[in-house]
């Protein structure tokens, strides 16, 4: 009786061994490598506050555990995306053909679904001049036919020969199921305000010669633009031009807590090339040649991720 007990109980050991092993597998299906950093799907993807996006690949990263979630259900490759609320849009190429879908977050794995064909070429959203893929958009929009904003999915498209800019964007409209090519006179983009006059109001800083840097450079008077602010609300981030390129001003990215006690330059960034968002935490996230990286509130700058593209949800 005893070794028949014996028996039973390392055949329940071998068999939970091997469940193991076939949960490890099908959560790895070659596509993206999972380890100790990572971990399998189902989760809350809600939790997940930014999406970093590598040769075609989407890993959906939780700042607050620091982990990291590769999106397995997506076989496609994935050239770009945007959050909008608990929607999480993107753009696959499917046989060099352009397609936007939509994976909508929540507590499991939901399969994403497509919504529709762009029209385009792999090639009209990517820039060989500087290796990026196309931005997407998500805006809440008024429109000729329809008075109350609706929400338009956008993506850049049509590429310069010796420019790291994108000629237009290309919206659909949730709610007519339209494609339209136009930016909108009107839209709700609280995150890029171009307006020195704007910061101070929304930041109430109605004195910012303590933001000034006086960075060397070609034009008469550096300007403070293209300000982001953190969900905290107690920090910021802006660009400081410096020159005038050939589609606008060029110049680093900055971090500036709001009672101006840090001020300073991210080096080795140019804000027309690289990418940039809040995480659930409040720390800024950038991107340089050397990875994603992400400044805490006393300015202290930590390495995140290898990759250069993303998204976040702020």
């Known amino acids: ?22 949960s490890k597998t099908k959560s790895n ?3 993206t490598k999972v380890d100790s950093t990572e971990v399998a799907q189902p989760v809350d993807l809600r939790q997940c506050d930014m999406a970093i996006f590598d040769k075609g690949n989407v890993t959906f990263y939780n700042s607050t555990t620091n982990t990291f979630v590769p999106f397995v259900a997506e076989k496609d490759y994935v050239v770009s995306g945007i959050y909008k609320g608990d929607v999480f849009y993107y753009t ?6 352009l397609y936007l879908k939509e994976l909508r977050l929540g507590n499991g794995l939901t399969d994403p679904s497509t919504i529709t064909g762009w029209e385009l070429k792999l090639s009209d959203c990517y820039s060989k001049n500087c290796g990026k893929a196309a931005k997407m958009y998500a805006e809440k929009a008024t429109t000729e036919d329809n008075p109350n904003a609706v929400l338009l999915i956008g993506i850049e498209h ?3 020969e010796d420019m790291c ?9 949730c709610e007519n199921k339209m494609k339209t090519d136009y930016w909108p006179a009107e839209y709700d983009n609280s995150q890029e305000i171009d307006a020195k006059e704007q910061v101070k109001a929304d930041l109430g800083l109605y004195d910012l010669t303590k933001f000034d840097l006086n960075i060397p450079g070609e034009v008469e008077e550096n300007k403070m633009e293209a300000y982001t602010v953190s969900p905290s609300r107690d920090r910021f981030a802006y660009a400081y031009y410096t020159d005038l390129g050939p589609t ?18 991210l080096e080795g960034t140019e804000v027309s090339d690289i990418y940039y968002g809040w995480l659930n935490d409040s720390r800024l996230v ?26 976040t949800m702020h």
């Open 1 to 22: 009786m005893k070794n028949l007990f014996y028996f039973l109980l390392v055949m329940l050991s071998m068999g939970l061994v091997g469940c193991n092993n076939a």
């Open 29 to 31: 299906d070659g596509k």
């Open 92 to 97: 696959v190429a499917i046989n060099d053909e």
């Open 158 to 160: 049509g590429t310069f």
């Open 165 to 173: 800019v994108f000629q237009s964007i290309i919206y659909y409209n």
């Open 248 to 265: 606008g001003g060029r110049g680093p990215l900055c971090f500036a807590t709001l009672d101006g006690k840090v001020n300073k330059i």
């Open 286 to 311: 950038y991107s340089d040649k050397e990875g994603i990286k992400a400044v805490a509130a006393d300015g202290t700058v930590t390495k995140i991720s290898d990759g250069k593209m993303f998204v």
